[in-house]
């Protein structure tokens, strides 16, 4: 995990770019701490820890998880019927075809609240071949509403002494956890 504080204000918002794209597109989303980063990176700016302006700072949280979310949507949708097509997998696509067909754009602007889902819809929607224009719209308008949202509601967090303080704590904690239960996880993959 990268330290921002150990970086000039501006630089601090590449980690934040690259998690966001890395969480969203991978489908590695599950173990990365990235509301807990978006939040605090918020906060950090708030305080005047991190000097960069705090709309370059969204603007990356947004460009990151629309790229995050466009490279999960080009996977699924390049691999996803080739993958799909027998047992269990013909199963998921299906599903997954079903779930945008019944709520189409909104299911990837709502998923975005949920960690683990967050990771693979953008993938699903590939696979279940969303239409891109509707899949871009819900990808812009859920990362505007979740990404700068959350940056947003670190930085207003940073002006009540009291938040701010356990804020910055349960970040630290969230973050912990988060990096401890990834290492944990891969330490028992490659052990097994």
Excluded at 54 to 77: F, K
Excluded at 96 to 109: C, D, I, K, S
């Amino acid at each position: 995990m990268p330290d921002l504080l150990a970086v000039p204000g501006p630089v601090a918002c590449l980690p934040v770019l690259g998690l966001l794209l890395v969480e969203s597109g991978l489908l590695v989303g599950v173990v990365l701490p990235g509301d807990s980063l978006r939040f605090g990176a918020g906060l950090l700016v708030g305080t005047g820890r991190i000097d960069v302006p705090i709309a370059l700072l969204a603007a990356c949280a947004w460009l990151g998880a629309v790229l995050g979310d466009a490279l999960g949507y080009g996977i699924g949708r390049g691999i996803g019927r080739p993958w799909g097509r027998h047992g269990w997998s013909r199963r998921f696509v299906d599903a997954a075809e079903r779930m945008y067909a019944r709520h189409g754009w909104f299911a990837v602007v709502i998923c975005r609240w949920f960690p683990g889902v967050r990771a693979v819809v953008p993938t699903l929607a590939g696979v279940g071949r969303m239409h891109v224009a509707a899949f871009a719209l819900a990808n812009a308008t859920g990362a505007l509403l979740w990404a700068v949202g959350t940056v947003l509601l670190g930085h207003a967090a940073a002006a009540v002494p009291q938040v701010r303080d356990v804020a910055l704590w349960a970040m630290a904690v969230s973050i912990a956890l988060t990096v401890a239960y990834g290492t944990a996880a891969a330490v028992r993959r490659f052990s097994s």
